[in-house]
């Protein structure tokens, strides 16, 4: 057999001639590569950072890297944009290094999002230690750190890599086990400083806050360093991260190899409701072309069932070969050795296909792959960079193909390229203010150390605060300070990643004498994934859920081999509790504040592989799940000869439309906001859209709706308006059942939002 | 010493101290609660220094004083033993220690956010000839750099004696010190003696906990009547701080006492359990004393015991006694009793002893009396026990029975040779 391996720009080519592809591809656009802008070494640099530099073939720094040691040098946080292979961690190893050779009891906490990160990054820095010949210690600092080195590390380490989680839960509350680190704390180094947005952004300005506070009781300053993605607010988001000014190096003196962006929309096959193809079905066969043209590939996925249902395509290309391990799925829910595993063959090459969520955006090292493609819209630019940035590292050519799905915002970025290619990125917001969040962090401040009586908390006034927790029995008031008085360990109480506290574990029961639990998941994303009879797809492998035991927090599933997945429907009911703000327009009202969320599944569907065909379905009983969170809502009066039903098929509608396109205003997931429609509100009886966070407590996203809900509708109509399909389609107003005038109503509903705020 | 040296010592002492000349943050004493006068009424003595007040509470006790089954007094008979018998072991202390038995109550488990509201000590007072107990009481936590300063911890040196207190109540010690450590003395570092360390020494497998009140019970005679459950004691304290009535608390200083006394008379009760013949104790306490002294290298006591217990007491109780003494067997090289001592131990002990006592057994018949069929017959048994065994990992498995069969593998080599060479 003779080898098929092909480079990018021959594939490329072929596929402009190729009559399948070429049809479909909309758009094709190059970037040339880019020179690098280099600088000297600072005159200041000591001369083992020299050595070391020299060793790796350094002989000067691209011109961030030098600002980035320049502000150190002056004692200034700053926070560096620094895209995917530019070299971004001598932004911060370099500062730190050298001040720890100036002053060897100095310490420096690097904070990466995930424990994955901190242990690649160990490795890194352990050789440049090596090549300076300096005796400076580093260690990771996790859950997995054996119990016999943490007492060294504690008391010797130089860099102490960790997570948030640990921060949080394993070092704060014990930081009295830590006074040298502590004590002569010089850096705190946060990595991947995006992917602190929402929820999780949340909790971890509040973990930096009560570190901020520990190291001003031990007498230490330490300087913020932040790496990030392209985000449109860097510097806010730091700054809201960290309650501390920062400088901003925007400008990345890093060579750029050529990349090839190919926009590829899946042909209509039903013309009246405007149906593609499914973008996975395309996906599969445009990988299967790189996979037989020798490219290692990374293919992104939004949901972790789609990476499997891929998986499972794509390992059929390989099902003739015996342990073939050359095509693997990767994403969260996975265990960690697993990981690994994968990690290390994408760099040792021996494997050549991976599919994965967006848990790959990060700086995982898992060398150079060749080609990139995104299936669907990632939801924000800042993804789209990042996940394109996994192919082509250094200088090599790279291919990026984006496929996209029939959603509105696919449907409008696959049109619009210039909207991923040239405008400005999402902003990314995290809400400290979150009461709920607060609180829980202040008690584990209080914990950590006690409050007097006119201390503040970051940058909150707390004394109330305290006072309420005093009557909830968790602090005690004495002549001078306010002390934690509980046998509880508060910092236990709260998991930073998701706001609902508990995991559901997925216990494999295929073969009764070894059970094994298999992975994990968040409470919300079980009610939809994990019901009894849901297929859960785990490695490609299929497994039926026999028994969901939600009190205990546990799915015992089986593996099955059935050709259908299963699709989970949520019915939500939402009463106002608060307004906080409001804008009356003549016949209509904008507010934003509190509201009660009543979530309810109600049925799944069984969806066949490959036609999408419903097969079946069955009730889901849970229990309905209720929170409290913010809302934008907006009501208004309709003209009277509407029917209820046509009312209910328009804003439903316009709600689907709106929800679509939030995500290109603010850096947020699609299901991170929901909009929903009530016909008649509990509250004041009138047609009422809500917009609302999806997390208990609220993150800021629905009050920055409220300040652009102008430029939302206006969008919104624009692209409903533009869309091709003659009554609603999924790209823009949601697939329709019959054929009637939804699609003008939805038009009609947002013309008269749009004229009322106008 | 030169002249020139001693100075130049002199002079980094001096450079030190110019050093750390580091400003204190002046320090605020803090005002007392207002329970501080029914706190007294409930019978806490108030005590005032510069840091602060505290609440104490002392007890005397004569050296005839009985707890359970001891007096205080015989912790100096059990002493003059440890010097006449075992000076080296672990747990010996020596006369001239300040011997400090102490214990503490806290608010919780763990963490910056655990108070210690209790401490207690109780030890010997030579100018008075009694046991002198003391306990402080953490007035409220403002106040606590008074309560830890007037400890004197940072002062005194002390032999401590503790259950858990080795990591438990010493650690956490540490971390109220680091807490308050602009205000305090450097926390001295003291010799420490846990006593639920050699209590497991010698009570596995004979008590089903190691709990100080089980102990207490089963072992030293004393039975508490109105006691609190000690898991209850940070709802105590802070029920006292938030109402100001101490009546509960007083229970609580009452369990911390009782924890103290016990202290005494189980280090009595240990040491003599040591160095006394074989009387009321279980073959598995005396067997755990025996396999003790062995770990600790005194290999000739520990014979002497597990001896003394194969004889004392009936077979079905003297497995273990046998399958440790037959290892002692072995190492003098009384190959025909370890044999037996091996054989003896197989009816009685868990599979994964018998495993090893197939396997010793095996070893001996083989390379010291060259008996290989009967090596071979106990390695078909080791072989055979393997199958049935669950608690091992299966690389674990694998590995062992490779070995096993490497064993029988050579056996039959050696047996085919010698057939062969008879013939």
């Not at chain 2, 007083?250 to 924890?259: C, F, S, T």
């Not at chain 2, 055979?384 to 490497?406: A, V």
Request: net charge negative.
């Amino acid at each position: 057999m003779f080898s098929k391996k092909k480079t990018i720009s021959q594939l490329v080519e072929e596929w402009q001639y190729d009559e399948e592809l070429k049809q479909n591809i909309v758009a094709m656009h190059t970037i040339e590569e880019k020179q690098a802008q280099y600088a000297q070494f600072p005159s200041s640099l000591h001369p083992s950072i020299v050595k070391a530099l020299h060793g790796r073939g350094i002989h000067q720094l691209y011109i961030h890297q030098r600002q980035a040691y320049d502000f150190a040098e002056q004692q200034k946080n700053f926070t560096a944009i620094t895209p995917t292979a530019s070299g971004k961690s001598y932004c911060y190893h370099l500062p730190v290094l050298q001040k720890i050779l100036e002053d060897p009891s100095s310490r420096a906490i690097y904070l990466f999002p995930t424990k994955a990160l901190a242990q690649d990054q160990k490795s890194d820095l352990n050789e440049l230690i090596e090549l300076m010949e300096e005796d400076i210690l580093s260690y990771t600092y996790d859950g997995d750190t054996a119990p016999g080195i943490r007492q060294k590390i504690r008391k010797a380490g130089h860099i102490v890599m960790t997570n948030p989680d640990m921060l949080h839960s394993g070092i704060l509350p014990h930081h009295t086990k830590w006074v040298s680190l502590f004590e002569n704390l010089k850096y705190i180094v946060i990595d991947e400083l995006h992917t602190y947005k929402g929820v999780f952004g949340s909790h971890v300005a509040h973990v930096i806050r009560r570190l901020l506070r520990i190291c001003e009781f031990y007498g230490s300053k330490p300087i913020f360093i932040c790496t990030s993605a392209t985000i449109k607010n860097p510097k806010e988001l730091a700054e809201s991260l960290t309650n501390s000014k920062h400088e901003l190096i925007e400008k990345s003196g890093a060579p750029v190899g050529k990349k090839t962006f190919i926009f590829y929309n899946p042909p209509i096959v039903h013309p009246t409701f405007g149906v593609r193809r499914s973008a996975v079905l395309e996906v599969r066969d445009i990988s299967k072309r790189l996979f037989e043209a020798g490219i290692q590939t990374i293919i992104f996925a939004k949901s972790r069932v789609r990476v499997e249902m891929l998986v499972t395509y794509l390992k059929s290309l390989t099902s003739k070969k015996i342990m073939d391990e050359s095509i693997q799925g990767y994403r969260g829910g996975y265990l960690p050795s697993e990981r690994r595993e994968i990690e290390k063959g994408l760099r040792s090459g021996s494997i050549q296909m991976v599919v994965s969520t967006n848990a790959l955006e990060l700086g995982v090292d898992i060398g150079q792959l060749q080609a990139c493609i995104m299936t669907g819209y990632p939801g924000n630019i800042a993804s789209a960079w990042q996940q394109a940035g996994r192919a082509g590292r250094r200088q090599d050519e790279a291919l990026i193909v984006y496929v996209a799905q029939s959603t509105a915002l696919d449907q409008y970025v696959v049109q619009n390229p210039s909207y991923l290619l040239g405008s400005s990125p999402e902003e990314a917001r995290i809400n400290p203010e979150n009461i709920l969040i607060l609180m829980e962090h202040l008690k584990c401040a209080a914990f950590e150390l006690p409050f007097s009586m006119d201390d503040s908390y970051g940058e909150f006034e707390i004394q109330e605060l305290l006072a309420y927790l005093e009557d909830e029995g968790v602090l005690v008031r004495t002549s001078t300070k306010w002390h934690w008085m509980s046998d509880r360990f508060p910092a236990h109480e709260i998991s930073l990643r998701s706001a609902a506290q508990e995991n559901v574990v997925i216990i494999d029961i295929s073969t009764p004498a070894n059970t094994k639990v298999i992975g994990e998941m968040d409470t919300y994303s079980a009610m939809t994934l994990l019901h009894e009879e849901a297929i859960y797809l785990h490695q490609g492998l299929q497994f039926q859920v026999e028994k969901l035991d939600w009190e205990e927090k546990k799915a015992f599933v089986r593996e099955v081999d059935v050709d259908y997945f299963t699709d989970a429907n949520l019915a939500v009911e939402l009463k106002v509790l608060s307004e906080d703000k409001s804008a009356p327009f003549k016949n209509a009202t904008v507010s934003f504040g509190d509201v009660s969320i009543l979530a309810i599944p109600t049925i799944f569907k069984k969806i066949r592989f490959n036609t999408h065909d419903n097969i079946g379905s069955g009730p889901i009983s849970i229990p309905p799940m209720e929170m409290h969170t913010n809302a934008t809502w907006m009501s208004f009066e309709l003209p009277n000869d509407w029917t209820e039903e046509q009312l209910t098929d328009a804003l439903t509608g316009a709600a689907y439309a709106m929800g679509s396109f939030i995500p290109l205003f603010i850096h947020c997931d699609r299901s991170d906001v929901s909009v929903v429609p009530q016909v008649k509100a509990v509250h004041n009886e009138k047609p009422t859209l809500f917009i609302y966070d999806s997390y208990p407590g609220g993150i800021g996203l629905s009050e920055r709706v409220y300040d652009i809900l102008l430029s939302l509708l206006e969008r919104t109509a624009q692209h409903v308006t533009n869309c091709p399909c003659q009554q609603g389609c999924p790209s823009c107003i949601g697939a329709q059942d019959s054929i009637g005038e939804s699609k003008k109503q939805v038009l009609k509903v947002l013309d008269i939002l749009i004229s009322e705020m106008m | 010493m030169s002249y020139e040296n001693k100075l130049l010592q002199m002079k980094k002492l001096l450079g030190k101290k110019t050093g750390q000349k580091q400003e204190k943050p002046t320090f605020i004493k803090p005002d007392p609660p207002f329970y501080s006068e029914q706190w007294q009424q409930a019978g806490l003595k108030w005590i005032e220094n510069e840091f602060g007040m505290l609440f104490k509470r002392e007890v005397h006790y004569s050296l005839d004083y009985k707890h359970g089954d001891y007096r205080l007094g015989e912790l100096f008979n059990a002493l003059k033993r440890w010097k006449y018998e075992a000076d080296d072991h672990p747990f010996a202390i020596d006369e001239q220690e300040t011997i400090v038995f102490f214990d503490t109550e806290t608010t919780g488990l763990k963490g910056a956010g655990t108070h210690i509201f209790l401490l207690g000590f109780l030890q010997f007072d030579e100018e008075e000839e009694q046991f002198t107990l003391t306990q402080y009481v953490l007035s409220d936590p403002s106040n606590e750099v008074a309560f830890l300063f007037e400890s004197k911890l940072w002062q005194k040196d002390a032999t401590i004696v503790s259950y858990n207190g080795k990591s438990f109540d010493w650690p956490q010690l540490q971390v109220r010190w680091t807490l308050n450590k602009q205000h305090l003395p450097p926390l001295k570092t003291q010799r420490q003696i846990d006593l639920l360390h050699s209590s497991k020494r010698l009570w596995k497998d004979d008590l089903s906990r190691m709990k100080l009140t089980q102990v207490e019970q089963d072992k030293l005679g004393f039975y508490r009547k109105g006691d609190i459950p000690g898991h209850l004691a940070p709802i105590i304290y802070f029920d006292a701080i938030k109402s100001g009535n101490a009546e509960t608390l007083m229970k609580v200083l009452l369990h911390n006492e009782w924890d103290l006394l016990s202290l005494i008379t189980l280090y009595i009760h240990s040491t003599n359990l040591l160095f006394d013949a074989i009387s009321t104790e279980s073959a598995t306490t005396y067997t755990n004393i025996g396999k003790w002294f062995g770990d600790l290298k005194k290999q000739q006591t520990s014979a002497e015991i597990l001896q003394e217990v194969t004889k004392h007491f009936n077979a079905e109780e003297t497995g273990y006694a046998h399958f440790y003494l037959a290892y002692e067997l072995k190492r003098v090289g009384e190959v025909k009793l370890a044999i037996e001592s091996f054989q003896s131990a197989l009816p009685t002990i868990t599979r994964e002893k018998k495993l090893l006592a197939y396997e010793q057994l095996a070893i001996l018949y083989e390379h010291q009396l060259k008996d290989y069929e009967q090596a071979m017959v106990f390695s078909e048994k080791g072989l055979e026990l393997l199958q049935q065994i669950s608690f091992i990992k299966e690389t674990q498995l694998l590995n062992k029975q490779r070995n096993w069969h490497k064993r029988l593998g050579r056996l039959d080599n050696k047996m085919n040779k010698n057939n062969s060479n008879k013939d």
